[in-house]
C-alpha cells in the first residue's frame, strides 16, 4: 500500500506534489482560510500539519491512537481530530502549530456506553460551533460548542470509514449506509431553525424519522452543490408551477446527448425514495416533496413512501428536498448522480 499524500491538479489529472513520512493516511483536509497548509491522520496514531511550498511536516502530534478523521474548523485556527478509540480531541492550529486544547465527550452522562471510532467531522454551514460527527457505532451526533446536542438514527456503519454530510446549507444531512441504501434526515436544528423552547441543556434529541432509497454497494453519499438551496414551497395554488419549474431548473437532469444519462435514468427508476420513519401519536414523518403538489393523479406507484393522517396531513412542508441531487460513489467504482423527483403513495 502507497503510504505516501499525493497533490492533485483536477484540472489535468496531473499529479503536482508527493508527501512521504507518513503510514496508511486515513483522512486530509485543506486549511480552509491558507490552503498552504493541510492536515492529515493517519494510522502510526499520528496527526500531521504539511506545508505545501516547503513539501515538508510544519508540525505533528502523537495521539497514541490510530487517527481516523480529521478536521478544521470554519476558521483554521482549530482542529478536530477523532480516533478508531472513539475519542474527539480539539487542537490549537494557530500558527500551524498542534497544540490540544480539549477533549470532547460525545457520550451522554445518563447513558455510557464502549466507544466506536470516529470517521467523519462536518461543520454545519454558516456555524463555527455546531459540527456533525460521524462514527462506527451506527449514530450521527451534533454537537454545539462541545455539547452533545442532537443524534441521528437509522443507517448502518460499524465497520467501514462511512462519513455523513450536511445538504442545502444544512437543512438535510445525508448519508451512506452498510446495507446499500443511502438515508437522508431532516434536520430541525439547521441554520434556519431555532431551537425548541422545551430544549433545554443537557437535553440531547434524536431523529429516528427518515428517509431512504437503494444503492447498491454504496460507500459514500454526498448532495451536489446549489446556488440558490432548495426550492421554497408555498401553500397557494398560484406559485405551485413556478416552484415546479424552479426546483428542475436548479438541480438540471442529465441531457440525452450525455453519456452517463441512460444509467442515470435507470438508476433513478430503481432507486426511489422509501419512508423508514419511526413515529408514534401524531407526531409526523419528515416529507422530504413538496406535499402541495401531491394529488391522487400525481401519486407515484413505484415509491413507498407513507404519509400519516392527521390535520396537518395535507398542508405543505416549510422546505423542501423535492428536485435535489445526490452524487453516491460505490466499491465497485461506480459513481452514480440520483435526483429526487418522486412522489409518494397514500397508504
Not at 272 to 291: F, V
Request: charged share 25%; proline share 4%.
Amino acid at each position: 500500500m502507497d503510504k505516501t499524500v499525493k497533490l492533485w491538479n483536477m484540472s489535468s489529472v496531473s499529479c503536482l506534489k508527493t508527501f512521504s513520512h507518513c503510514d496508511y493516511v486515513t483522512c486530509i483536509q485543506f486549511n480552509p482560510v491558507d490552503d498552504r497548509y493541510f492536515i492529515s491522520g493517519s494510522l502510526d496514531e499520528k496527526v500531521r500539519i504539511w506545508s505545501i511550498p516547503k513539501r515538508e511536516i510544519v508540525d505533528w502530534h502523537d495521539l497514541h491512537e490510530m487517527v481516523t478523521a480529521a478536521c478544521y474548523t470554519p476558521d483554521g485556527q482549530s482542529a478536530l481530530v477523532g480516533s478508531h478509540k472513539g475519542s474527539c480531541h480539539l487542537y490549537d492550529t494557530s500558527d500551524n502549530k498542534l497544540i490540544q486544547k480539549k477533549q470532547i465527550d460525545l457520550q451522554t452522562k445518563k447513558k455510557k456506553s464502549h466507544q466506536k471510532k470516529i470517521t467523519g467531522f462536518q461543520f454545519l454551514p454558516g456555524s463555527s460551533s455546531k459540527v456533525l460527527i460521524t462514527s462506527a457505532d451506527s449514530r450521527i451526533r451534533v454537537i454545539d460548542d462541545f455539547e452533545l446536542v442532537h443524534k441521528f438514527k437509522g443507517f448502518r456503519n460499524t465497520n467501514s470509514q462511512i462519513s455523513a454530510c450536511y445538504a442545502a446549507r444544512g437543512r438535510y444531512v445525508i448519508s451512506a449506509s452498510e446495507n446499500s441504501h443511502v438515508y437522508v434526515w431532516r434536520n430541525d436544528d439547521g441554520p434556519d431553525e431555532q431551537r425548541s423552547s422545551s430544549s433545554s441543556k443537557g437535553v440531547v434529541s434524536v431523529a429516528n424519522s427518515y428517509e431512504y432509497f437503494y444503492c447498491r454497494d454504496v460507500t459514500v453519499a454526498a448532495a451536489l452543490p446549489s446556488t440558490a438551496g432548495s426550492a421554497a414551497t408555498s401553500r397557494t395554488n398560484s406559485r405551485r408551477k413556478h416552484q415546479e419549474l424552479d426546483c428542475v431548473s436548479e438541480y438540471p437532469l442529465p441531457h440525452a446527448g450525455d453519456g452517463d444519462s441512460s444509467d442515470f435514468q435507470q438508476q433513478q427508476s430503481r432507486d426511489d425514495l422509501s419512508n423508514g420513519s419511526n413515529h408514534s401519536g401524531g407526531d409526523r414523518a419528515s416529507a422530504t416533496w413538496p406535499e402541495e403538489l401531491m394529488t391522487p393523479t400525481k401519486q407515484s406507484p413505484r415509491s413507498s413512501t407513507s404519509l400519516p393522517d392527521g390535520d396537518g396531513a395535507g398542508q405543505a412542508p416549510s422546505r423542501s428536498a423535492w428536485g435535489m441531487a445526490i452524487a453516491t460513489a460505490g466499491s465497485g467504482g461506480q459513481i452514480r448522480i440520483l435526483q429526487n423527483f418522486g412522489f409518494p403513495v397514500r397508504v
